[in-house]
């Protein structure tokens, strides 16, 4: 799909099983597109997965462990990185075409 604009090509397409298949190839392919943005302890902005978060501990500094056991310390809350990555999921959905307007966050 390089070169291609992903606007254009999700409304060309008609079904949902393609509508589908391409979210699915827009979510695992070019994934340092798909990262929120974070703050570091030390101040510095850095790209994170959300795909592979395990847990999100606050106890009192945000504590997040990847599946793969890395771990970091953020200065976002627990409740921002949930936002974040609500807000994340919700623009991809429209990018592939799916009505949004009904999405509202979850309650705790």
């Known amino acids: 799909m390089p070169g291609q604009n992903i606007h254009a090509k999700l409304k060309e397409l008609q ?3 393609l509508r589908e298949s391409l979210l699915h190839l827009l979510l695992y392919s070019h994934a340092y597109r798909f990262m929120i943005k974070l ?3 030390n101040g510095q902005v850095c790209l994170l997965n959300h795909a592979l978060i ?4 606050e106890s009192p500094d945000t504590c997040i462990t990847m599946s793969n056991g890395n771990r970091y310390l953020i200065l976002e809350s627990g409740e921002e990185i949930r936002e974040k990555i609500i807000a994340f999921n919700v623009e991809i959905l429209q990018r592939a ?3 949004t307007s009904l ?3 979850t309650a705790e």
């Open 15 to 17: 079904t949902k099983h």
């Open 39 to 41: 703050t570091k302890m």
């Open 97 to 99: 075409g799916y009505n």
């Open 54 to 57: 395990e847990i999100i501990e």
């Open 103 to 105: 999405v509202k966050p």
